[in-house]
């Protein structure tokens, strides 16, 4: 994909969520949570600015095991996609396997925005529909979506990138960041529990 469809960015406002509940090559999910915001912050990505770190339970409610949070608010010259790659990378450091959704895992690394854009835009749309269904089956989970598309109803996301970007404005519903927590259920909110102080 070319740069001009894709476009880069050049500063702040790029939040990335970061997840885990289970044991690494780190240690515990608190543990990795922070090797992991360690590796985030190298060339070509710079952590400007991270979210304490929080614990909750999974989303939705069932049999896995509490899952430690954070949000950190970076900058990089990295194109959304070579991003997305990027955190990939740092995923597979930290053993995550792809396979499962909605599991337990070692490490999730969410991109969640990146300033205004939104994606897809027209001509991945258009690369997407002419594909044969089964393989849009298959990409499909990989296809990156800006902002993310959940995240203005998770408050284990909302709460620890009000943090780092209360402020920052969702282009798609026009709600900041700390709007779009006031919006969330009280139980949500208060479910997300600061690890530090
Ligand atoms: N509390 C919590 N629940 C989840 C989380 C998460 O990061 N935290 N991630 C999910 C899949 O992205 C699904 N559920």
Not at 29 to 35: E, F, G, I, L, Y
Not at 151 to 170: N, S, T, Y
Request: net charge negative.
């Amino acid at each position: 994909m070319s740069q001009a469809s894709n476009p880069s960015l050049r500063e702040g406002n790029l939040l990335v969520a970061l997840g885990s509940n289970a044991t690494s090559k780190a240690g515990d999910p608190a543990d990795t949570v922070r090797a992991a915001l360690a590796s985030l912050d190298r060339a070509p990505v710079k952590v400007v600015a991270r979210s304490r770190l929080y614990v909750s339970p999974f989303v939705p409610a069932g049999a896995e095991p509490d899952v430690i949070n954070a949000v950190a608010l970076c900058k990089s010259d990295l194109s959304a996609s070579d991003l997305l790659g990027h955190l990939h990378e740092i995923e597979a450091e930290f053993d995550r396997e792809r396979k499962v959704r909605w599991t337990t895992r070692t490490l999730d690394l969410d991109l969640l925005t990146m300033d205004q854009i939104v994606l897809p835009d027209q001509s991945t749309l258009r690369e997407w529909v002419t594909l044969p269904s089964k393989d849009q089956q298959t990409l499909a989970p990989e296809t990156l979506i800006l902002p993310h598309p959940r995240m203005h109803e998770r408050a284990f996301v909302l709460v620890p990138a009000a943090d780092v970007a209360p402020d920052w404005r969702h282009p798609l519903l026009g709600k900041t960041i700390r709007e779009m927590l006031a919006d969330l259920p009280k139980s949500d909110v208060e479910a997300v529990r600061p690890l530090e102080a």
